[in-house]
């Protein structure tokens, strides 16, 4: 059978056939098209069923979440953009608040996902009902249009007109309506992919065909003004449009929306993503090899191949999650950005799709292992193990705690993309090639039904629990095929692997596949034990602030509310056997040589809401004497910061500038060493909302760098009424914090203020502001 057809992998390289929609609506995913080679081939989620495990556990609780969930409030905003009557209010969080619509994309993927992976005929219910109410909406409007945040039929209707208004992450007073309309168009595409749903692609071409005609009396320099919104990851969108109709509009729309900004330089093989909204920039280099794989330039494979590069070994974590306050820094780098807002929970979705791309056209154990340990240490630690809610953030600062989302009135990005992300671990496990091998990537129990071949793979394992993975070939006639088992870099103390008890394999190194070719019998039985060690690994800048882990999973320490953070004080700071040893059975584990006090370590995927840390600081003893005084003054100073500050605003950053309701005139934001700001220049202003405590004194905790010299005059008002002013006027160089006393009966019987930074005449310039604080 064509390998190609049998995966529906379509690739374009040459001439294709145009249709016409209606001639596109009645089109089968199976065409056959010609296709850039692949090596590999994932097995389709219908045929992969996970057995009961850590992940078993995580789908079921994500199951039961998109179930909970009512199609009605999703499809609010999509009835009141028709012109029709809602049958039920919104929900709430960014549903509300000018993303409607963006979640909704996401829990179609997750429905149509969640029902390839399970079988639950409940999602098809739930899928059936959404497609038939989206298919109402789209033909009362008539043109093809379909979207549900607030004016969204007037603001394409402008852009379309040339009418295109932008300053980063809004799009004529939109909120990011861009990449709003992307999940809708990915969630559709997941429908039809994964249930043939006619009606679902009917919508989809005619959306797509709506889409296409917005952009046709563009010039590049209004598309380009449209990419400086937030637009998730459309160029992907339109290329996987063409790859099921094989109409090249849809393909040459893809290239238009090419962010030009981003991709040249990484064309170029350069690293310019300090400063960047990172998850903004990797669903745009998922749409880049989408566009290779459909027969498109060849630069197309350079930009994201270095992209992964690039982020996974100069700006990645230990839990191999990226980003800190959602921006990228400096490469290399991350020491100094070790805080409460690390890892985006979407960054890492995203960069588990680019790593399955690329992975199908080169396959590498480095790429299976950067899999594996963003999967265990961020997807599955995203989760709550108690409910099933999600995290925005992953954070690693030393006493913080992750925070989770509520079931009804959070939507943020990281919840649509977690409602995807616990439905889809069946699909990186298994692959195989044209020689219809098998390679095995994840040791997760489950079960693979390989239908070529008639052959049922069961993977027995509590993988990280143990060190042993058996796997069971169950088939009706013997049969010859290579197994690809992945030998990980992680795992340098060596392996065993036999077949039916007797010990085979060769010496081989770690990062690479061993292979066992033979005619397999029905019940062979291959038992693979993989030998877990702890290891330290330094972070980015600074090899003596480390964590711990076992095998890949990252361990964590949990802290009870008011204890103190330890710090690790040996002569064999890298001896990690030394300074970490196993407690009894399981993954638990205690430090040997920690200061204050020795502390217990878990897997980050198990830490849930308690307060606990992931990175230690290590001292020689030496150094330990030296150093002790200042490093609990430090503490100390972020312990009193925490508890004194009533609310935090980080200015320059997109999702906290939304959040806090920033506005301003003659006003951008910016960066220096590293840090956000914003500022207004030329008598401009800008003002944003910040909560407060109703009945008592507050202050205001300004952050500016201290190095400005002229015209940095400007007034600080409370609710418009002045409370300050300030000239930055050669403080020195470095950060400086300013206090600003509140009067009471600015606050009083309040919940939240508006600060205002205005510049005092045209010929200054208001902040630049790093950071500000409520505080007590």
């Known amino acids: 059978m064509n390998r190609l ?64 969930l009512e199609a009605d409030r999703f499809l609010c905003g999509f009835r009141e953009e028709a012109g029709l009557k809602p049958k039920a209010p919104r929900y709430g969080g960014w549903e509300t608040s000018g993303a409607s619509g963006h979640t909704f994309g996401h829990y179609l993927s997750a429905c149509a996902m969640m029902y390839a992976a399970t079988g639950d005929e409940e999602l098809l219910k739930k899928l059936d009902y959404i497609i038939g109410e989206l298919d109402s909406c789209q033909q009362t409007v008539g043109t093809g249009f379909l979207a549900g945040f607030p004016r969204s039929k007037a603001l394409f209707e402008e852009i379309a007109r040339g009418d295109i208004r932008s300053n980063g992450f809004d799009l004529n007073e939109g909120w990011v ?48 003004k449209i990419l400086h919104c937030e637009h998730g990851g459309i160029n992907e969108a339109m290329a996987d449009v063409y790859a099921l ?56 494979y350079t930009i994201a191949d270095f992209f992964w590069n690039t982020v996974v070994h100069h700006h990645t974590y230990v839990i191999g999650g990226n980003s800190e306050a959602e921006h990228f820094g400096m490469p290399g780098k991350l020491c100094d950005r070790v805080t ?61 705690r992750k925070t989770y989302s509520s079931p009804y009135d959070a939507f943020w990005c990281c919840v649509g993309t977690g409602f995807e992300n616990h439905a889809r671990y069946g699909e990186f496990i298994y692959f195989t090639n ?22 049922r793979v069961t993977q027995r394992t509590s993988f990280p629990e143990s060190d042993s993975i058996v796997y069971r070939f169950d088939m009706k006639k013997r049969q010859k095929f290579t197994l690809h088992l992945r030998y990980p870099s992680w795992a340098q103390a060596g392996y065993t692997l036999a077949v039916n008890g007797q010990p085979v394999g060769e010496e081989t190194e770690p990062g690479q596949y061993l292979t066992i070719s033979r005619k397999w019998a029905p019940g062979d039985e291959v038992t693979y034990v993989l030998k877990q060690t702890v290891r330290s690994e330094g972070i980015l800048g600074d090899s003596t602030v480390r964590a711990y882990l076992n095998g890949p999973v990252v361990l964590a320490a949990p802290l009870a509310d008011e204890q103190a953070v330890p710090v690790i004080v040996s002569e064999r700071l890298t001896d990690a056997g030394h300074i970490v040893k196993r407690v009894g059975d399981g993954l638990h584990f205690k ?119 002229y015209w940095h005059m400007f007034d600080i008002l409370i609710d418009n009424v002045l409370v300050a002013q300030e000239n930055v006027h050669n403080w020195g160089d470095q950060f400086v914090e300013r206090n600003y006393k509140i009067p009471l009966e600015l606050t009083k019987g309040k919940s939240k203020v508006t600060v205002t930074l205005k510049a005092a005449d045209e010929k200054n310039t208001a902040g630049p502001l790093f950071d500000c604080r409520i505080m007590k």
């Not at 959306?207 to 046709?216: A, E, P």
């Not at 990484?266 to 310019?272: F, I, N, P, T």
């Not at 340990?373 to 995290?391: E, F, H, K, T």
């Open 5 to 68: 057809l049998r995966y529906g992998i379509v690739v374009v390289c040459g001439i294709v056939s145009s249709f016409s929609v209606s001639e596109a609506a009645t089109h089968k995913k199976s065409e056959p098209y010609v296709v850039v080679k692949q090596q590999v081939y994932p097995f389709s989620l219908k045929d992969v069923r996970l057995t009961p495990g850590i992940f078993q556990k995580a789908m079921e609780l994500d199951k039961k979440w998109l179930l909970d």
């Open 340 to 400: 409460e807002k690390t890892c985006e929970t979407c960054n890492t979705y995203n960069m588990l799709k680019l790593t399955k791309h690329l992975f199908q056209l080169q396959p590498t154990v480095e790429k299976a292992d950067y899999y594996e340990r963003a999967l265990y240490n961020q997807i599955l630690a995203s989760q709550n193990p108690d409910d099933g809610m999600v995290c925005y953030f992953a954070p690693l600062a030393s006493g913080s």
């Open 177 to 224: 309506p861009v990449y709003t309309i992307h999940k809708l168009f990915a969630g559709l595409i997941d429908v039809y992919r994964y249930t043939g749903d006619q009606r679902c692609y009917r919508i989809l071409i005619r959306l797509s065909d709506w889409w296409v005609k917005i952009f046709k009396g563009l010039n590049d320099e209004q598309v380009a």
């Open 245 to 300: 109709t094989g109409d090249r509009k849809y393909l040459e729309l893809a290239n238009r929306l090419n962010d030009r900004v981003l991709m040249d330089p990484l064309a170029r093989r350069e690293d310019k993503l300090s400063g960047k909204h990172a998850n903004t920039q990797v669903p745009k280099v998922v749409g880049a090899i989408r566009q290779f794989e459909l027969g498109c330039d060849s630069s197309y």
């Open 591 to 709: 430090t040997t040589c920690a200061e204050p006090e020795n502390v217990g370590l878990i897997p980050y995927y198990r830490i849930g809401g308690r307060r606990m840390m992931v990175f230690f600081n290590h001292f020689k003893p030496e150094e330990w004497k030296i150093r002790q005084a200042d490093l609990a003054k430090r503490q100390d100073r972020e312990r009193w910061l925490k508890e004194q500050t009533v609310s935090q605003f980080s200015p320059g950053e997109m999702q906290p500038e939304r959040d806090h309701q920033l506005k301003g005139e003659k006003t951008q934001p910016g960066e220096f060493n590293g840090h956000k700001f914003r500022e207004a220049k030329e008598g401009g202003w800008f003002s944003f909302e910040m909560e407060v405590l109703p009945d008592r004194p507050m202050n205001l905790l300004c952050k500016y760098w201290g190095g400005i010299v």
């Open 434 to 455: 044209d020689q219809d091998d098998l390679f095995v990537n994840l040791f997760i129990p489950s079960e693979l039904n390989w239908k070529e071949r008639g052959i």
